[in-house]
Structure formats: structure tokens, C-alpha cells
Nanobody, 126 residues
Framework: VQLQASGGGLVQAGGSLRLSCAASGRTLSNYAMGWFRQAPGKERLFVATITWSGDFTYYADSLKGRFTISRDNAKNTVYLQMNSLKPEDTAVYYC????????????????????WGQGTLVTVSS
């Protein structure tokens, strides 16, 4: 599956953005989907995950209440709605697809995910 993230940009603190991740090549419903982010010089960190049919979502504790992950399998697209953005949310945001659970790796582990998009840059100004 190929993943294409979009929707990043420059936004003022307190603003909102919605990121999209479009899948091609395979049906999105075959994958659990996650979002990660990576700030300059930092490691890639977990943001959120949504399971195959969208029944369950998981978030980084620090982002609960501000970020919402959703999916539309009919459109082969996953979304990340980001509200009340802060300068510390500035990062490249990556979407990722996991074809199956792997016992050693939780939802928050990059090792769980088999495919990655190219990333979209979100810059939050103060």
C-alpha cells in the first residue's frame, strides 16, 4: 500500500488543522492506521492509532482531547484533526499502516507499522 499524507502547513497557536492520509494500491480496511510525528532533531513519536474498522482509537496521553483520528474506508483515507495547536506540536507528521498485530509491539511502537507515508510538515507559530 502507498500512503500520501497531506494537509500540513503554517498555523498560529490555538488554530486547527486536519491532516489526511490517502491510501492507494490496497484497500485501507486491511490496515490499522497510525499517525506519528517527528520534530527536528528528535525521535519519531506516537500520536494516534485507529483500528481496522474504526471501532477503537488510541492516543498519546499528552494529546488526548486535542487530536482526533478518524477514517473513511470508502474513501481510503485516514484523518487527523488537530485543535488548539501549540508551538510544540510543530513537526513532520507521518501516517503509517499496520497489517496485523505483533505481540511484542504496542500501538505506539513504530515497529508495529509496515508502511509509511512521506510526511507532511506542520508548523505552529506563537
Amino acid at each position: 500500500v502507498q500512503l500520501q499524507a497531506s494537509g500540513g502547513g503554517l498555523v498560529q497557536a490555538g488554530g486547527s488543522l486536519r491532516l489526511s492520509c490517502a491510501a492507494s494500491g490496497r484497500t485501507l480496511s486491511n490496515y490499522a492506521m497510525g499517525w506519528f510525528r517527528q520534530a527536528p532533531g528528535k525521535e519519531r513519536l506516537f500520536v494516534a492509532t485507529i483500528t481496522w474498522s474504526g471501532d477503537f482509537t488510541y492516543y498519546a496521553d499528552s494529546l488526548k482531547g486535542r487530536f482526533t483520528i478518524s477514517r473513511d474506508n470508502a474513501k481510503n483515507t485516514v484523518y487527523l484533526q488537530m485543535n488548539s495547536l501549540k508551538p510544540e506540536d510543530t513537526a513532520v507528521y507521518y501516517c503509517a499502516a499496520a497489517s496485523r498485530l505483533k505481540p511484542r509491539y504496542p500501538w505506539s511502537s513504530t515497529h508495529l507499522y509496515d508502511y509509511w507515508g512521506q510526511g507532511t510538515l506542520v508548523t505552529v507559530s506563537s
